[in-house]
């Protein structure tokens, strides 16, 4: 076909439902955060003794994916930082900074505490201790993705030194094998994130459309299913919204119908699990992608065609337990008892 030079309406934009898409995305800082009153009051009573000088509590906050611990996280040190010169604050994602030497040196960088990146990690730590005691500051370091830390022992060097920790996970049971040593030192307190209702997941998409939408682009029936698909999730709620806008556009509509969020729905799981599944480790892939060739498939299966891969390098029990994760990380259903187990996808 001829394609002849004019000036066509190809990149026409007037008729665009985003007026800004950065509200739908991770990069995006809430300063609103909904039905999250309970964990805000909690941590801020973890972290207030910090404010008169004292030692904050350590606590470890677990959830499911999108439920809202980093953001609140966040929310909070920065509420801390306006409201006293008394503490610092760091956040480490772990997955990113997964040594005791990365995690050290993150924290020497955020708090611009003058040091050598060719430093040991106790010279770190040195200087970590001399910087609070020079400046008469407590520390709260926040590790995100606790569970892909190499070594566990930063928690306890941490505290050692005076630092307040918050751990964050997926995973409920994932400080399970920190040693007693460690764990006796910080005493953690625990603090759980839920799923998102529909109702609560609505007002967190509603907020966000009135952000990143064109007035009207969007109607409450259809936000509402949006919510619902979200299935508690509320990265996957604002994906649905985003990709359904995309959509919508794409088709010359100025109006996100129902069918653009149906049809958005599939994609953004899609996107979270494959993010999910990048982080898992090489046999929890291997698990993976085998109950998802199969599509619904019996545990001994499983395990006989992981066996046959592997070649008796991972034992049974090790077996059970990456399962258990996959299935804790929703990305596989687990039905029926222990013996007659069944594994099936969850797209
Ligand atoms: N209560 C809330 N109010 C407003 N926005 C929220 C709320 N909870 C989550 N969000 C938004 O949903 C997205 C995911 O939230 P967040 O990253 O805090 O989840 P998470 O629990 O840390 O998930 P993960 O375990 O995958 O790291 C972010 O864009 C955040 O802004
Ligand atoms: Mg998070």
């Avoid at 040693?179 to 529909?198: G, N, P, T």
């Avoid at 609505?202 to 007035?215: C, V």
């Amino acid at each position: 076909m001829l394609l002849i030079k004019v000036m066509s309406d190809l990149f026409d934009v007037e008729s665009s439902v985003i007026r800004s898409e950065e509200p739908l995305t991770d990069v995006f800082a809430p300063t609103r955060l909904f039905h999250r009153e309970g964990q805000r009051d909690y941590l801020a009573s973890c972290m207030k003794p910090v404010v008169v000088g004292r030692m904050p509590r350590n606590v470890f906050l677990f959830g499911p994916t999108g439920v809202g611990k980093t953001s609140l996280v966040l929310w909070m040190f920065d509420e801390l930082s306006s409201h006293t010169d008394n503490v610092r604050t760091c956040y480490v994602n772990c997955w990113k900074s997964g040594s005791t030497h990365a995690v050290l040196s993150k924290v020497v960088s955020d708090l611009r505490i003058f040091s050598n990146p060719r430093r040991q990690t106790k010279e770190l730590l040195e200087d970590i201790e001399g910087s609070l005691k020079k400046s008469g500051k407590k520390l709260i370091v926040a590790l995100d993705e606790v569970d892909r830390l190499e070594s566990y022992d930063v928690l306890y060097d941490l505290c050692r030194s005076g630092c307040g920790v918050v751990c964050i996970s997926n995973d409920e049971h994932a400080l399970a094998n920190v040693d007693v040593r460690i764990k006796s030192s910080l005493s953690l307190e625990w603090l759980e994130f839920k799923e998102y209702s529909a109702d609560e997941m609505y007002d967190i998409l509603s907020d966000r459309a009135s952000l990143a939408f064109a007035p009207g682009a969007i109607s409450e029936t259809v936000l509402r299913i949006a919510a619902v698909q979200a299935g508690g999730d509320a990265r996957v709620g604002l994906e649905i919204l985003r990709k359904a806008a995309l959509f919508s556009e794409d088709a010359g509509s100025s109006v996100i119908g129902k069918e653009y969020v149906i049809r958005a729905h599939k994609d953004a799981v899609s996107v979270k699990v494959r993010q999910i599944v990048g982080g898992l480790g090489q046999y929890q892939k291997m698990l993976f992608s085998i109950v998802e060739n199969a599509g619904t498939v019996k545990s001994s299966e499983v395990w006989s065609a992981f066996s046959k891969e592997v070649g008796g390098k991972v034992s049974e029990r090790s077996y059970r337990n990456y399962m258990d994760k996959l299935v804790t990380l929703k990305l596989v259903k687990a039905s029926g008892d222990v013996r007659w187990r069944e594994y099936s996808t969850t797209l």
